[in-house]
Every structure is written in structure tokens, then in C-alpha cells.
């Protein structure tokens, strides 16, 4: 069960796009998800960064709610992600397939072009617009991803993004960061796992 009544992190990526990355059956088989979120409030500048990362069972595996002062909303959710990967990097084996969460349009399609450039495709990164402002952060962005097994990175809605009321409400959930630090491995994929609908293999007269 993910976190606020909200479907498993792992329901979410099932059912979302992969910008630039196409969305195979079975790509339910990772080991682990994240969510992040940026917030950024034009009156006052504040603004918080929210990261909740889950094991492909729906195990929690942590949960961020930080304060945060970025410049603009891009910066924002930037850190938002360089926040996570972090996190789930220092928890999770080197080898993980993951699963990437954001509501951040540019940012999404920016971290799969990486990622098919880095596998030797005919993307280069040539192509991505970074904001000025967050090119510290993409550079460790870029090197989290590097690290993983694999991973790809789904655009949902910002409604149904679970890392959202964290980062626009960071002082409301701050109890989340004191929960005690999980390194929950993910169960074994069974065999018998069947695709989600929007990804099953069908006829083409379906």
C-alpha cells in the first residue's frame, strides 16, 4: 500500500509513460520505485522537496518531507530527484532495477535521453535542455542513474504523485523523516506475474 491511500508505486509506473523510452510488458519486474517532487512558492520562495521510495511488493522503503529555498520550480524538482536517487542509492544493491517517478515534463524526458545515450544509442545528450540553475544537480542526477542496473523514468500527474502533499507541505509531514532507515529488499519476481492490461502482449486484431 503506498503512502496516503494512493496506488503502489509500482501501479503508478506500470500505467504511465516513459518519455522517449518504450513502455514494455513486464517492466513491473523491478526491484525498486521512487517518487520525488519539488515545490517552489512565488510569494514567498519557500518550497520542500518530497521522496517516497518503495520495494516492488509495496514495501516502504523511506519517505522525505525537507524544507527547501530553490531558486524556481525547475531547480526544485531537479533536487527533488538528485534527493532520492541518493537516498535509494546509499539502500539499495548496485545492480537494482528501478523504476523513476516524476510530474516534471522536461525533467523526465531529459533523464531517459541520458539514460539511452548512456547505452550506446544514437541519442545524444547534445539534445537536453537543462535550466541553468540546476546543472550541479543534473550532473548527479546523471551519475545516480549511471549506477543503477537499469532504469527508466515515468511522467505521472502531480495528483497522483505520492511525493507531492511531502514537498508542498514539508513542515505538515516532517515526522516522516524520523522514521528509522530501511533497507528492505524486494521479494524474488515470481513466474506467474501477469502484465498489467496496458502492456499485456496482444493479437493485433485486438
Same mark, same amino acid.
Given at each position: 500500500?503506498?503512502?496516503?491511500?494512493?496506488?503502489?508505486?509500482?501501479?503508478?509506473?506500470?500505467?504511465?509513460?516513459?518519455?522517449?523510452?518504450?513502455?514494455?510488458?513486464?517492466?513491473?519486474?523491478?526491484?525498486?520505485?521512487?517518487?520525488?517532487?519539488?515545490?517552489?512558492?512565488?510569494?514567498?520562495?519557500?518550497?520542500?522537496?518530497?521522496?517516497?521510495?518503495?520495494?516492488?511488493?509495496?514495501?516502504?522503503?523511506?519517505?522525505?518531507?525537507?524544507?527547501d529555498t530553490a531558486p524556481d520550480n525547475n531547480v526544485a524538482e531537479y533536487r527533488a530527484l538528485h534527493l532520492g536517487l541518493d537516498v535509494l542509492a546509499a539502500r539499495a544493491p548496485a545492480d537494482a532495477r528501478v523504476g523513476v517517478l516524476v510530474d516534471h515534463d522536461d525533467l523526465a524526458a531529459n533523464a531517459n $535521453?541520458?539514460? *539511452?545515450? %548512456?547505452?550506446? &544509442?544514437?541519442?545524444?545528450?547534445?539534445?537536453? /535542455?537543462?535550466?541553468? #540553475?540546476?546543472?550541479?544537480?543534473?550532473?548527479?542526477?546523471?551519475?545516480?542513474?549511471?549506477?543503477?542496473?537499469?532504469?527508466?523514468?515515468?511522467?505521472?500527474?502531480?495528483?497522483?504523485?505520492?511525493?507531492?502533499?511531502?514537498?508542498?507541505?514539508?513542515?505538515?509531514?516532517?515526522?516522516?523523516?524520523?522514521?528509522?532507515? $530501511?533497507?528492505? *529488499?524486494? %521479494?524474488?519476481? &515470481?513466474?506467474?506475474?501477469?502484465?498489467?492490461? /496496458?502492456?499485456?502482449? #496482444?493479437?493485433?486484431?485486438?
Amino acid at each position: 500500500m503506498a503512502a496516503y491511500g494512493r496506488p503502489a508505486l509500482r501501479d503508478l509506473f506500470d500505467d504511465s509513460p516513459t518519455p522517449h523510452i518504450a513502455h514494455p510488458p513486464r517492466t513491473h519486474r523491478r526491484e525498486f520505485y521512487v517518487a520525488t517532487d519539488g515545490s517552489y512558492r512565488l510569494s514567498d520562495g519557500a518550497g520542500g522537496l518530497g521522496v517516497v521510495i518503495e520495494t516492488r511488493g509495496g514495501d516502504r522503503v523511506a519517505r522525505l518531507a525537507v524544507p527547501d529555498t530553490a531558486p524556481d520550480n525547475n531547480v526544485a524538482e531537479y533536487r527533488a530527484l538528485h534527493l532520492g536517487l541518493d537516498v535509494l542509492a546509499a539502500r539499495a544493491p548496485a545492480d537494482a532495477r528501478v523504476g523513476v517517478l516524476v510530474d516534471h515534463d522536461d525533467l523526465a524526458a531529459n533523464a531517459n $535521453r541520458a539514460l *539511452l545515450a %548512456t547505452r550506446g &544509442g544514437c541519442h545524444s545528450t547534445r539534445s537536453l /535542455s537543462i535550466p541553468e #540553475r540546476s546543472r550541479h544537480h543534473w550532473r548527479g542526477i546523471r551519475a545516480r542513474l549511471r549506477g543503477f542496473g537499469e532504469c527508466r523514468v515515468a511522467r505521472i500527474r502531480s495528483a497522483e504523485n505520492p511525493a507531492h502533499p511531502l514537498a508542498n507541505t514539508p513542515t505538515q509531514y516532517h515526522h516522516v523523516n524520523e522514521e528509522p532507515p $530501511r533497507c528492505v *529488499l524486494p %521479494t524474488p519476481a &515470481g513466474r506467474d506475474e501477469i502484465p498489467p492490461p /496496458s502492456r499485456a502482449d #496482444r493479437p493485433a486484431s485486438d
